[in-house]
């Protein structure tokens, strides 16, 4: 076990909420030549990871996979799309550690990404259920818990992206990384950080861990994911859900306060729904390839997308940080 930020913040809730470093900190920041109207800062997460798939499921994993270890359970079931990265990701890294994973998939656009991912989800050694739909996966639930016990212990759950309010704390401690390399003088304070939402656990995490931190820094999510409720209401619900655990394990620090009104979630770049491509995500992956990132059309291009359009609308004012939480392999 690696001290994280935030151990060194609340050192009490060490021993009762374990971490383990899973990659290189601190990922690297730098200034875009977009030749926009406002400045545009990429704190890029691809490359984060020890080994397997990257991005920001890595974040999560360095909580949850250690969490579950001290609750002594061999098997985490969890759920995604057929073309899942958080799966992917729970997969390699979880079994490097002995656990088990077995995996709900709900079906989802195929292109060859998609395909080609699936054939790595069946070579990383994960049990694979192909429950089909969000419907048939509620429905199935019990019988995936009861299917993957040992003895009388249940397997650890994990919800889709592993945004449950421990996964949460991945993106507190990388917002508490954010402030120390803009105390450093690597970047400007942002006035927004921009960061594509799938299930609502990074945008979470940001939006408390900036506060923790002192800094102002809005958060605007891009949803991507028309399956699940991600509001702002609901963004800050499992922020303070992740701020009552680490009050819970010993951490002792004023409220944060956050309100719906503190993080601003747009729908206007999500297309027809979740993993199908829109024609805006493929021109700024094309854009992002031009200056160095390497997007993909699900996720990270339509907040990519995003951010231009909203600084040509004259929407966005400040120096704004992408966060790129693409990891692939």
């Not at 799309?81 to 994973?101: S, V």
């Not at 040992?150 to 397997?155: E, I, T, Y």
């Amino acid at each position: 076990m690696t001290d994280s930020l935030l151990h060194q913040r609340f050192p009490e809730v060490a021993s009762e909420l374990p971490f383990l470093r899973l990659g290189d900190t601190p990922t690297p920041v730098r200034e875009l030549p977009l030749g926009i109207r406002i400045p545009v800062w990429c704190k890029d997460e691809s490359g984060y990871g020890s080994g397997g798939w990257g991005g920001n499921k890595i974040r999560k994993l360095e909580w949850l996979l250690p969490d579950a270890q001290r609750r002594g359970t061999k098997t985490i079931v969890t759920v995604g799309g057929t073309g899942t990265n958080w799966g992917l990701a729970a997969a390699l890294y979880g079994r490097e550690l002995g656990l088990d994973i077995a995996l709900a998939l709900v079906d989802q656009p195929v292109d060859d990404h998609v395909r080609a991912q699936l054939a790595r989800l069946e070579a990383s050694g994960a049990t694979l259920h192909h429950t089909r739909s969000k419907f048939r996966t509620v429905l199935t639930a019990p019988w995936l818990m009861l299917r993957h016990s040992s003895g009388r212990k249940l397997p650890y759950y994990l919800p889709v992206g592993g945004s449950s309010p421990i996964g949460t704390l991945g993106y507190v401690e990388a917002a508490l990384e954010l402030a120390a390399q803009v105390r450093a003088g690597d970047l400007p304070e942002p006035a927004h950080i921009v960061t594509a939402v799938g299930s609502g656990g990074t945008a979470a995490g940001l939006a408390l861990g900036l506060r923790l931190a002192g800094l102002r820094t809005r958060v605007l999510g891009v949803v991507v994911n028309d399956t699940l409720p991600l509001e702002a209401k609901h963004i800050v619900e499992l922020a303070h859900r992740a701020e009552e655990v680490l009050r819970e394990r010993g951490a002792q620090f004023e409220p944060v306060g956050l309100t719906p009104d503190d993080v601003t979630m747009l729908r206007d770049w999500l297309g027809p729904g979740y993993g199908h491509e829109t024609l805006s995500a493929i021109a700024a992956r094309d854009r992002a390839n031009m200056v160095g990132l390497h997007l993909e059309t699900v996720y990270t291009a339509k907040a990519f997308a995003a951010i231009t359009d909203l600084s040509a609308r004259g929407d966005l004012d400040g120096p704004t940080l992408f966060l790129n939480t693409y990891g692939p392999r």
